[in-house]
């Protein structure tokens, strides 16, 4: 009977424990310690056809992305691709992203993997100047 409560009380101590630390990895300023040290290039954005491509770093934010393509939209709209595409996918075993996952809209964007991106730009070459083009 000892046995159980002792495993039981363990067993709660291991589960407050696991909560606790996903609770604070997704504070801001915890969580921003995170970003620079596991996720530095890790959010990446392109069209399906490579002509629009960014990656997020410390001061190069995804509200710099929005403003950049919506300068390529303005200019290359009517004959290039305009449909976003984040290069990143969820992943449950990163709990300091948790908060992006439910609150962020980083994750509203449709998934296209780099390496498609990359085929695609292959088959049909970016033109040096037109775009923006960043290569991964």
Known sequence: MKYEVKMKRKAAIILT???GSVFL?????????FNVVLDEGHYSYGTSNG???FTEFKSRDKALMERLFDRYKTKYGENGDT???RTFR??????WRYKDYLSGNRYDLPYLSKKEIQKNREQQPVVKGRGH????
């Open 17 to 19: 424990i696991i909560i």
């Open 25 to 33: 990895a997704n504070l801001p300023w915890i969580n921003g310690v």
């Open 51 to 53: 002509t629009f491509t």
């Open 83 to 85: 449909i976003l595409y």
């Open 90 to 95: 969820r992943n449950p075993l990163a709990f």
């Open 133 to 136: 083009y960043e290569d991964w």
